[in-house]
């Protein structure tokens, strides 16, 4: 089989290798990688910048990356019962994170580092690692919901209990940016029936992201001072939810526009790890203020993600797939990525699915 591997040395670096086909063991499946989306922490990874826990240092030998992948379960191991042959599936990110809060031991259950991921033509998953794709999505669509549609939905459903999502136009999401993970939360939050107020320092971008159903859109480029308008769009209340994904040039700015008693969602750094003069945010007094929560998302456990599939199903959400790459490319399709051109997601297509033994 043919895999690609990274020694985190660099995206430039990634190269391909062929290897022998894994065999699935006790309780486990063979799966056929079909297509697999990529994500920003991939990027880190290959560029050796990942490292936000212990329990993910790696020793920089070869390591297959990527968590994201839609595939054919094609052979299943010894005491496997929950799958059979030919049922299409899709990977969870920490393996072992099953339900509720993430614990410190489920890091090391993570795809695409600490254990060797998915841009490979074949992978053994432990049977319990997998879920269900719904059959009205394309293998290209369903890849790109195990990272930016369970971060999303577990942003803004956390505190609830299984079952019962926030729906409703009283609530106001706000959302940062038009990657994988914002957009993800743009067409959940529509499906919802919640008002969505977007950001994007791209006006083509924000008609795009008007046309799948945002209420309002700010350029925070041409408006710096987008917390205000927030706040001026929702008569003084704010956001009672922020997927904030800009990082250290924006959280000071989230504060100040979360509504009374708000949830703000901490899932990404894009706008970097420290503002330009490396100052410090006095995040008790910012918190405070508004009685905010401010809630660090990894992701989401695997009934969360089978929670949101069934509103996908119900919605018959059409995730939205940037560009798809063929597998000999996946180092352009990388790079293309980290460039931030897309809107949505960008996935590698490794196999068709008439390849699938």
């Given at each position: 089989?043919?895999?690609?591997?990274?020694?985190?040395?660099?995206?430039?670096?990634?190269?391909?290798?062929?290897?022998?086909?894994?065999?699935?063991?006790?309780?486990?499946?063979?799966?056929?990688?079909?297509?697999?989306?990529?994500?920003?922490?991939?990027?880190?990874v290959c560029n050796g910048e990942y490292g936000h826990h212990k329990s993910v240092e790696s020793?920089?030998?070869?390591?297959?990356?990527?968590?994201?992948?839609?595939?054919?379960?094609?052979?299943?191991?010894?005491?496997?019962?929950?799958?059979?042959?030919?049922?299409?599936?899709?990977?969870?990110?920490?393996?072992?994170?099953?339900?509720?809060?993430?614990?410190?031991?489920?890091?090391?259950?993570?795809?695409?580092?600490?254990?060797?991921?998915?841009?490979?033509?074949?992978?053994?998953?432990?049977?319990?690692?997998?879920?269900?794709?719904?059959?009205?999505?394309?293998?290209?669509?369903?890849?790109?919901?195990?990272?930016?549609?369970?971060?999303?939905?577990?942003?803004?459903?956390?505190?609830?209990?299984?079952?019962?999502?926030?729906?409703?136009?009283?609530?106001?999401?706000?959302?940062?940016?038009?990657?994988?993970?914002?957009?993800?939360?743009?067409?959940?939050?529509?499906?919802?029936?919640?008002?969505i107020i977007i950001t994007s320092s791209s006006d083509k971008k924000l008609e795009q992201a008007?046309?799948?159903?945002?209420?309002?859109?700010?350029?925070?480029?041409?408006?710096?001072?987008?917390?205000?308008?927030?706040?001026?769009?929702?008569?003084?209340?704010?956001?009672?939810?922020?997927?904030?994904?800009?990082?250290?040039?924006?959280?000071?700015?989230?504060?100040?526009?979360?509504?009374?008693?708000?949830?703000?969602?901490?899932?990404?750094?894009?706008?970097?790890?420290?503002?330009?003069?490396?100052?410090?945010?006095?995040?008790?007094?910012?918190?405070?203020?508004?009685?905010?929560?401010?809630?660090?998302?990894?992701?989401?456990?695997?009934?969360?993600?089978?929670?949101?599939?069934?509103?996908?199903?119900?919605?018959?959400?059409?995730?939205?797939?940037?560009?798809?790459?063929?597998?000999?490319?996946?180092?352009?399709?990388?790079?293309?990525?980290?460039?931030?051109?897309?809107?949505?997601?960008?996935?590698?297509?490794?196999?068709?699915?008439?390849?699938?033994?």
């Amino acid at each position: 089989m043919k895999q690609c591997v990274t020694r985190q040395d660099g995206i430039k670096n990634l190269k391909q290798e062929t290897g022998p086909v894994p065999k699935p063991g006790d309780e486990e499946v063979l799966v056929k990688i079909l297509a697999v989306s990529l994500n920003y922490r991939d990027t880190e990874v290959c560029n050796g910048e990942y490292g936000h826990h212990k329990s993910v240092e790696s020793d920089k030998s070869n390591l297959v990356p990527c968590s994201d992948m839609c595939g054919t379960i094609v052979s299943v191991g010894s005491n496997a019962t929950i799958w059979k042959t030919g049922d299409r599936v899709l990977s969870t990110f920490n393996q072992t994170h099953l339900s509720g809060q993430i614990l410190e031991e489920n890091m090391s259950s993570g795809l695409g580092l600490p254990l060797q991921g998915v841009l490979t033509d074949y992978r053994v998953f432990p049977e319990y690692g997998l879920v269900k794709v719904p059959n009205y999505l394309s293998d290209e669509e369903a890849c790109t919901l195990p990272i930016a549609g369970v971060t999303a939905w577990t942003s803004i459903n956390w505190m609830r209990p299984i079952g019962d999502p926030v729906t409703g136009s009283d609530f106001t999401i706000l959302l940062q940016g038009t990657g994988g993970v914002s957009i993800a939360g743009l067409q959940i939050a529509k499906a919802c029936d919640l008002r969505i107020i977007i950001t994007s320092s791209s006006d083509k971008k924000l008609e795009q992201a008007k046309a799948l159903g945002a209420d309002h859109t700010i350029n925070y480029k041409t408006n710096p001072d987008w917390q205000n308008t927030v706040l001026e769009i929702t008569n003084g209340k704010g956001a009672d939810f922020i997927i904030e994904t800009g990082g250290a040039l924006t959280l000071a700015k989230s504060f100040e526009c979360v509504a009374f008693g708000g949830c703000i969602a901490a899932v990404g750094y894009l706008s970097g790890k420290e503002d330009a003069e490396g100052n410090r945010m006095n995040t008790n007094v910012l918190a405070l203020k508004r009685n905010v929560t401010l809630k660090g998302i990894l992701n989401g456990p695997r009934d969360r993600f089978e929670e949101m599939l069934r509103l996908y199903e119900e919605k018959k959400i059409q995730p939205v797939v940037d560009s798809v790459f063929p597998f000999d490319e996946a180092k352009h399709a990388m790079l293309y990525l980290e460039s931030g051109g897309h809107i949505g997601k960008v996935v590698v297509r490794v196999a068709n699915p008439q390849t699938v033994p």
